[in-house]
């Protein structure tokens, strides 16, 4: 059972325009999501947070969006750049409902290539 | 500050044969510690977790077993390696406090059971 999705394996973007990266989940008792992302042969990096009393986080570029009815996020980047191109992962927790809480559950990723 | 030591970063091992593969911490005390590991077209699926010296869970019933014989030192092993063992491992921490709350990983070990 695929508690968190992200049903676009792939994304491929020009330079300088905007990435939206999805990602859905079925479990109503998350409340923080989290964005990952990960090189080849490297360890995920954490790049963005989000708690389920907000329905938007920004850090410079990256601005994460939560809708807790839809049980959606996503993942805006802007503008993209070839240094982007990796994979991200899209993570969730029921840390604060106190469900779960030493664990993270993973989506299986979306390939972002940003193209010069 | 806090970092994350995992080895080798590469492995190939025949099918049968044992596996150990280790991941120390530092900088920090009482982590909450984890395998995870990342088949080939497949996301991050978690393996095993410990919240203490000894306390360790397991997600997946699997050919692989762990430990955590110190505070800041985690262990995945295999008594006989099969072909679908193979993939990338990750082992990673996290205090689990909303300060610094999320998963530090390693740089991972590629793992190819031949």
């Known amino acids: 059972d695929q508690q968190v999705k992200q049903n676009s394996p792939s994304l491929s973007v020009q330079e300088g325009r905007i990435s939206i990266l999805n990602c859905d989940y079925t479990n109503s008792m998350f409340d923080y999501f989290l964005w990952y992302k990960k090189y080849p042969a490297e360890g995920p990096t954490f790049l963005i947070s989000i708690s389920s009393i907000k329905d938007k986080n920004e850090d410079g570029r990256f601005t994460v969006f939560l809708n807790k009815s839809a049980k959606h996020l996503s993942l805006h980047i802007v503008p993209s750049q070839p240094g982007d191109s990796a994979v991200y992962f899209c993570a969730a927790s029921s840390y604060y409902s106190g469900g779960s809480n030493y664990k993270l559950t993973f989506g299986k990723g979306t390939l972002l290539t940003v193209n010069p | 500050s806090q970092t994350i030591h995992q080895w080798p970063a590469t492995l190939v091992q025949p099918v049968g044969s044992p596996l150990s593969l280790e991941c120390t911490v530092e900088g920090t005390s009482n982590p909450n510690l984890y395998w995870y590991r990342q088949a080939a077209g497949r996301g991050l699926q978690l393996l095993f977790y410990s919240v203490g010296i000894g306390q360790i869970s397991s997600e997946v019933p699997q050919n692989l077993s762990a430990s955590r014989p110190q505070d800041r030192q985690f262990i995945l092993s295999s008594k006989k390696l099969l072909l679908s063992d193979s993939g990338f491992y990750l082992c990673?921490?996290?205090?689990?406090?909303?300060?610094?709350?999320?998963?530090?990983f390693g740089s991972g070990t590629r793992l190819t059971v031949v």
């Open positions: 990673a921490w996290s205090l689990f406090r909303t300060d610094v709350y999320g998963y530090t």
